[in-house]
């Protein structure tokens, strides 16, 4: 089984700076993918942003030029710097895992809120 535990959300006002962080542990893939999708109330449940094993990097055309993924393989850890925050970036972020020639994700962290003040 594999856990993913995030940290680094919180209440920041627009054009503020945060920075999450998500650790893997337990069974896990070598080739994966791992990154960050976003659920804002009412809205369906978007990538943001991600990265496989290889350092092959997919962004989200909103978020591009402002949030920078990062990932340590041998910790198993990603990151998410944000930058230029916007309200509409206002979402539970989640952490996931994934193969990278699969849609499916198959696993999911528990979410941290980010919350962009105007």
């Known amino acids: 089984q594999v856990q993913l535990v995030e940290s680094g959300g919180g209440l920041v006002q627009a054009g503020g700076s945060l920075r999450l962080s998500c650790a893997a542990s337990?069974?896990?893939?070598?080739?994966?993918?791992m990154g960050w999708y976003r659920q804002a109330p009412g809205k369906q449940r978007e990538l943001v942003a991600d990265i496989t094993s290889g350092g092959r990097i997919n962004y989200a055309d909103s978020v591009k030029g402002r949030f920078t993924i990062a990932r340590e393989n041998g910790m198993n850890r990603v990151y998410l710097q944000m930058n230029g925050l916007k309200p509409e970036d206002t979402a539970v972020y989640y952490c996931?895992?994934?193969?990278?020639?699969?849609?499916?994700?198959?696993?999911w962290g528990q979410g941290t809120q980010v919350t962009v003040s105007s």
């Open positions: 996931m895992l994934g193969r990278p020639w699969s849609d499916r994700v198959d696993y």
């Open positions: 337990g069974s896990i893939f070598s080739i994966n993918v």
